[in-house]
């Protein structure tokens, strides 16, 4: 029976599952990853389009 109703599922349904399981997601791991790694927040989010220094993003990491 469950089966059936996946199979069935409208596309709208199916963008709203795929929207709130990434914010969901987003919404756990940012806070986490930010903790564990001593960043921002908005960091981690990957939200922060502006590096705080004006070299490549990923100058910090090599």
């Given amino acids: ?6 199979l ?3 596309l709208p349904e ?3 599952h795929a ?3 990434e914010g969901i997601a987003t919404a756990i791991l940012a806070p986490t990853a930010a903790w ?3 960043r921002s927040v908005v960091e981690m989010g990957g939200v922060d389009h502006y590096p705080r220094h004006h070299g490549h993003a990923l ?3 090599l």
């Fill in 19 to 21: 929207v709130c399981f």
């Fill in 59 to 61: 100058e910090h990491y």
């Fill in 36 to 38: 564990l790694m001593q």
């Fill in 8 to 10: 069935q599922r409208k």
């Fill in 14 to 16: 199916r963008i709203f």
């Fill in 1 to 6: 029976m469950q089966h059936q109703d996946a």
